[in-house]
């Protein structure tokens, strides 16, 4: 059985996958109003993730550095 915590953090991540999924093709304008605006919403998402995480998973949070450093290489 999982506790509150997981389940928001599933929530959580499950949204943030769902709104990176559904960019927006920014086409010749990088800079088109639509892709402003959800690009801003998926780095307040993710940064609200990464926070929730730090917060309610310090013992775990090692290891996701760990990964997503070895993503970012």
């Not at 993710?46 to 013992?59: G, K, Y």
Request: with cysteine.
């Amino acid at each position: 059985m999982m506790d509150r915590d997981t389940k928001d953090c599933i929530k959580m991540m499950r949204d943030l996958v769902s709104d990176v999924q559904g960019a927006p093709y920014p086409g010749d304008d990088i800079k088109s109003e639509l892709y402003a605006i959800w690009y801003e919403h998926a780095q307040r998402a993710a940064v609200e993730c990464f926070e929730f995480l730090d917060a309610n998973f310090p013992l775990e949070q090692k290891e996701i550095n760990k990964s997503v450093d070895k993503i970012l290489q």
